[in-house]
């Protein structure tokens, strides 16, 4: 019986490496990219509470840099094409090196394992084609500065909205995309009722008024997934079918190797990935953030296991193992998410984009 896996964007049952898989070479249109208009608009003074000074009665021996927006919404825009172009020719060659031009950390990680992949199984990316955007720059003073883009890609079918977040590590550096989630939401608000302003404020990773501290979520949902209801963390998050496509990847695994004599484990732990939040205008938070799913099994009887995906083909072959194998297994399997924190007490948390796909599988 094979281990199968099913599911990658959250709120679908299509693997994101299918959303950008065809048998074709891929090419890129940009219609129109318009950022910061419906979606992300608004009061410019958005969460001002939050860029609030203590007094002190000592004078301060030089004043503190004034916050302003990260990046314009013209840089941002030609931010977003360089993007388009440059990731489409490394999807075209699956290339990772030119991918590393224009990408960095998770995203350079997982798109580094899909063109392993697909070269391994002759496949080929869908064109990405970004037909508008909305997006934020929030309020920093300092580095490294970031914003994000919600950018409907009409490439995938059904249409898709990539949630790309890019960083500049120092003045001058180039932006780098370090993020990139999707959701099946293509058009309107981000999420329902979820909207952030032009330039709104960063959110400490500390926040103790949201319903969990944007540094503590990644952790929070690793131990909702892999306990599931016996998890006192589950009940702060909606169990809708997003939630319940994550927490499947977990049960399905168990499933599959348990059910044919593997013994072993699946569980989730927070990624070692930097995490972003951006205050939203109902007081929560919009917060980008890395799940890793790890699986470790060995044989205890005599069935072989496979992993054939509908998306990507024979995963196992793809990492440079047999298609069969017969004595272990031990996977690293990323997620990155996009996650709506409420205000304590104002509701349950949402997962709103994701992307999934191993970054390491070994075995024999």
Not at 116 to 137: C, F, H, I, Q, T
Not at 147 to 174: C, H, I, M, N
């Amino acid at each position: 019986m094979p281990a199968r896996d099913r599911g990658s964007s959250v709120g679908s049952t299509t693997d994101e490496s299918e959303k950008r898989m065809r048998r074709t070479p891929a090419t890129a249109l940009v219609v129109a990219l318009i950022l910061a208009t419906a979606a992300c608009g608004g009061d410019q003074e958005e969460g001002a509470e939050d860029r609030a000074a203590t007094v002190s009665a000592k004078p301060s021996p030089s004043p503190q840099p004034k916050p302003t927006p990260a990046i314009s919404t013209r840089g941002a825009q030609d931010a977003l094409k360089r993007y388009l172009s440059s990731i489409s020719q490394a999807n075209a060659k699956l290339d990772p090196a030119r991918a590393a031009k224009i990408e960095t950390g998770s995203a350079l990680q997982i798109h580094s394992a899909q063109y392993r992949v697909y070269r391994k199984n002759d496949l080929r990316y869908l064109p990405v084609k970004y037909v508008g955007a909305v997006g934020a720059a929030p309020l920093s003073a300092g580095y490294p500065k970031w914003f994000f883009t919600a950018a409907t890609d009409r490439g995938s079918e059904p249409a898709t909205r990539d949630f790309l977040l890019f960083v500049q590590a120092r003045s001058g550096a180039p932006w780098h995309v370090t993020y990139a989630p999707f959701s099946n939401r293509a058009t309107g608000a981000l999420a329902p009722g979820v909207d952030v302003a032009d330039f709104p404020a960063v959110v400490a990773p500390g926040d103790t008024r949201l319903q969990t501290p944007p540094g503590k979520v990644a952790a929070v949902l690793a131990d909702a997934v892999t306990r599931g209801g016996k998890s006192p963390s589950a009940r702060l998050f909606a169990q809708d079918d997003n939630f319940k496509t994550v927490r499947g990847k977990i049960v399905d695994n168990r499933s599959a190797y348990t059910d044919n004599d593997w013994a072993g484990t699946s569980r989730a732990v927070a990624a070692p990935t930097p995490v972003y939040a951006v205050r939203t205008k109902s007081g929560g938070a919009l917060v980008w953030f890395g799940l890793d799913l790890l699986h470790s099994y060995r044989n205890d009887g005599d069935t072989n296991m496979v992993w054939d995906t509908e998306s990507a083909g024979d995963m196992q072959r793809g990492f440079g193992l047999p298609s069969e194998v017969t004595s272990s297994i031990t996977r690293q399997e990323r997620y990155e998410l996009v996650a709506y924190i409420p205000p304590k007490g104002k509701g349950s948390i949402r997962l709103v984009a994701s992307r999934w796909f191993p970054l390491s599988v070994r075995g024999r």
